[in-house]
């Protein structure tokens, strides 16, 4: 099943693939009465488009929420939560969550972060490759407030991305933030207001999108490693598949182009 047809049987989430670029996917979460808050069956929906992505063409995903809807991610359904114990949230934190999927797609994933992104939605942010928002976004880890913790990767995707010192001030706090002053402590990369917003998020996606399917997975493969490996480790790893990039026919496609002044026609392969 294609990714549109995917999409189309989706109650909480609109996929639309190719209606900008080739090669782009945008999915955007579409729970209008709830501030798209992470529920069971938009978790699964999401699970299930994502994990379709490495069997379509899709080369960028671009991961926001629907017009209209006024957020990006509001949070985790709260009346779910309170539902639960400790034995079913165990078993709802079983591997891999909507968080791992996101941060295990192959492809470039960019967060457009439209509105608010609380909670487990702010999780999501961080689990995807590049952040661009809104400048009239909200973002942080309120779930202190409620007598609970980040349980999404807030606490380990966090520090890595601000710093220890800034992790601890938004979850022990639950304070939010603005999106300017999530870009001046690197939870986000750039801040644009309406004039220039999707340009922007489009015109990256666009950009990555025009690169070969096989550098793409590995380039993201690596950099990811960054933060996982130490750094002999992380060398090596970068070394290998470097090397493995230079089997392909993608590496000769582009050095050939490069030599005879034209744009690559690549195979992914």
Known sequence: MSLHELGADC????VRAGDRFDHVVTVAFDRPDARNALNAQLRT??????EAVPDSDTRVV???????????????????????DGLEQRAASKRPRVYEVVDGCPVPVV??????????????????DVRIAHERAKLGQPEINLGIMPGGGG????????????????ILSGELIDATEAADIGLVEEVHDDETFDD???????????????????AK????????????????????LFAQLFTTGDKNEGIDAFLEEREPEWEGQ
């Open 62 to 84: 671009v991961l926001t929420g629907a017009e209209g809807t006024g957020a990006f991610v509001a949070g985790a359904d709260v009346t779910e939560l309170r539902e639960r």
């Open 111 to 128: 967060a457009r972060v439209n509105g608010h992104a609380l909670g487990g939605g702010c999780e999501l942010v961080q689990a995807c």
């Open 11 to 14: 109650e909480t989430l609109q």
């Open 45 to 50: 929906e999401l699970k299930t488009v994502f």
């Open 200 to 218: 922007r998020v489009y015109g990256l996606a666009e950009s990555m999108a025009a690169q070969s399917p096989v550098a793409l997975e590995f």
């Open 221 to 240: 493969q690596s950099i990811q490693a960054a933060s996982r490996m130490d750094l002999d480790a992380g060398i090596e790893y970068e070394a290998e």
């Open 155 to 170: 606490t380990q995707r966090l520090p890595r991305l601000v710093g220890e010192g800034q992790a601890m001030r938004l």
